[in-house]
């Protein structure tokens, strides 16, 4: 008998230093009772610091006066939370390896990143250290661990999931996202969550984004195609579309700009005041995020305007768009900081369509590549994000989780 490997935080170092003393239990009935539930460090929790990654910001922050309402909401639906999670410095990376406190354990794919920025909500997930995890998404900090740690990510339509007592990053980019292992967990999170502007329809379309899987390396693009051969008679009528048909680069630009933009509103008075020990990479993101002008902030604005009425266009109820969720499996921790780079600037030509339309993005265990996970995406409709959630409930058995 194969004994399965027992893990617990410090072997796979998901938890930040400042994390609970004692777990917080939920009401005794409810949709998730019962649940543990890991929370990225962006999260209010009553009585406790939210640090955001930054050992400075900790310091200097004030402990919350009341539960954010994510932790309210999973609280009243029977939760308990049970540990606060590492996230990448400020939330500025998609590998997991921007973080002061370390790079959480990725047990899925031995010796590679786990994604981030939501990178010890991902590595908790794919260690079985609670049932489902809280990260958040605005790059693809949810989309890109997901796909790495080969478990169920969700971003969600931007504004959908109450961020009200939830430490910002880019606001009109920003998203609640989480992970699940369980199909049907996953889904009740959304249940749980998800607020207003709800669009059902049934999906009768699946478009497959050719300049999409374009940029995937040929094994993950491989892999998928072969998941989309054995999901077709769960699949309804499935077509091609070039989603960018100039390129990314120039959505790239724009999402990098207004993110950049929007992140010194909300931290370039205090980072130079306080002149913070940002670590590598981070501290070039902050250096780059300075000299976006204003004018350069409107250029991106007016981009992500196109981009969003193109996606809308897409995209209309009824109607997904198939993608990879990242272009290669997760790269070795051991890669330079010009590979990640590279990685990072590739993932996001993939991750930002979704992000600057504000459309709901669910992505899937789909597949495994040399041994490593590799999700595969749908983005959806504005508001179509339990269609998305049943979905992958239909898909789950196909998985490679």
């Known amino acids: 008998m194969v004994t399965a490997p027992v893990y617990d935080g410090d072997t796979i170092g998901c938890f930040v230093p400042h994390d609970l003393a004692r777990p917080i239990v939920g009401a005794?009935?409810?949709?998730?009772?019962?649940?543990k539930v890991a929370v990225k460090d962006l999260y209010d929790i009553a009585g406790e610091k939210t640090g955001g990654g930054s050992p400075e910001w900790l310091e200097d922050a004030a402990p919350a006066a009341r539960h954010s309402i994510v932790v309210e909401k999973l609280l009243a639906a029977g939760a308990t939370i049970t540990h606060r999670?590492?996230?990448?410095?400020?939330?500025?990376?998609?590998?997991?390896?921007?973080?002061?406190?370390?790079?959480?354990?990725?047990?899925?794919?031995?010796?590679?990143?786990?994604?981030?920025?939501?990178?010890?909500?991902?590595?908790?997930?794919a260690a079985g250290l609670c049932d489902l995890a809280m990260g958040s998404d605005t790059g693809g900090s949810v989309r890109v661990p997901a796909s790495f740690c080969g478990v169920f990510g969700m971003r969600p339509t931007h504004g959908r999931v109450d961020l009200t007592g939830g430490m910002a990053m880019a606001p009109s980019l920003d998203t609640g996202g989480w992970f699940a292992n369980d199909a049907a967990i996953f889904a009740t999170v959304g249940e749980v969550l998800l607020d207003g502007a709800r669009?059902?329809?049934?999906?009768?379309?699946?478009?497959?984004?050719?300049?999409?899987?374009?940029?995937?390396?040929?094994?993950?693009?491989t892999a998928l195609q072969g998941f989309l051969t054995r999901a077709a008679g769960l699949l309804p009528s499935v077509s091609t579309v070039t989603v960018a048909p100039d390129g990314f680069a120039d959505w790239l630009a724009a999402f990098r700009n207004v993110q950049a933009h929007e992140v010194m509103a909300l931290y370039g008075a205090w980072a130079a005041k306080r002149q913070p020990a940002f670590g590598p990479?981070?501290?070039?993101?902050?250096?780059?995020?300075?000299?976006?002008?204003?004018?350069?902030?409107?250029?991106a604005r007016a981009m992500r305007a196109r981009v969003r009425a193109h996606m809308h266009a897409l995209v209309p109820p009824g109607t997904i768009i198939c993608l990879p969720t990242t272009p290669t499996i997760a790269p070795l921790r051991?890669?330079?900081?010009?590979?990640?780079?590279?990685f990072r600037l590739a993932t996001l030509a993939l991750t930002s369509p979704a992000?600057?339309?504000?459309?709901?993005?669910?992505t899937l265990p789909a597949v495994r590549v040399d041994g490593c996970p590799s999700g595969l995406s749908f983005i959806g409709w504005a508001g179509g994000d339990e269609a998305l959630l049943a979905l992958a409930r239909r898909l789950a058995p196909l998985c490679a989780h």
């Open 355 to 362: 992000g600057l339309a504000g459309l709901p993005q669910v």
């Open 281 to 299: 990479g981070v501290r070039e993101r902050f250096r780059y995020a300075a000299a976006v002008t204003v004018a350069m902030a409107a250029t």
């Open 199 to 221: 669009v059902d329809a049934n999906i009768a379309r699946v478009q497959i984004a050719a300049d999409g899987f374009a940029l995937a390396d040929e094994a993950v693009r």
């Open 85 to 125: 999670t590492i996230p990448d410095e400020f939330f500025f990376s998609l590998t997991g390896t921007h973080s002061r406190y370390g790079i959480p354990v990725n047990v899925r794919a031995p010796g590679r990143v786990p994604g981030g920025s939501s990178s010890g909500s991902a590595a908790a997930m």
């Open 334 to 342: 051991t890669a330079s900081d010009a590979e990640l780079e590279n």
């Open 28 to 35: 005794a009935a409810g949709p998730l009772a019962g649940r």
